[in-house]
């Protein structure tokens, strides 16, 4: 059973920079894509960035530029380093695990979830 817990969040105004934590326990970087997704209170969760057992990237179009996914496999720790950071961003993060090489852009794929971590960047 995979486990995850967010770190990181935060208030930080624009422009400014954050960087998120995901520890993972029962994880295998060989075996679990992992993700980060963002939601708003009525709205759906929006997928933001993806990294694949193989270590290829993807990020939405709407961050991409800003936001960098990456791990550390020794640590067992997703990252999502957040720059330039605007009130658009503001939003709940969600650290997510597939059992699966290659992960997708839908939440329905996934089958792991943290608790979140609240990101602002106030106006």
């Known amino acids: 059973q995979v486990q995850l817990q967010e770190s990181g969040g935060g208030s930080v105004q624009s422009g400014g920079s954050l960087r998120l934590s995901c520890s993972a326990s029962g994880y295998s970087s060989s075996r679990h894509c992992m993700g980060w997704f963002r939601q708003a209170p009525g709205r759906e969760r929006e997928w933001v960035a993806t990294?694949?057992?193989?270590?290829?990237?993807n990020v939405a179009y709407s961050v991409k530029g800003r936001f960098t996914i990456s791990r550390d496999k020794a640590k067992s720790t997703l990252y999502l380093q957040m720059n330039s950071l605007t009130p658009a961003d503001t939003d709940m993060y969600y650290c997510?695990?597939?059992?699966?090489?290659?992960?997708?852009?839908?939440?329905?794929?996934?089958?792991?979830w943290g608790q979140g971590t609240q990101v602002t960047s106030p106006h």
């Open positions: 997510a695990a597939a059992d699966a090489l290659r992960c997708s852009m839908w939440s329905g794929d996934y089958n792991y």
């Open positions: 990294i694949d057992t193989d270590g290829t990237t």
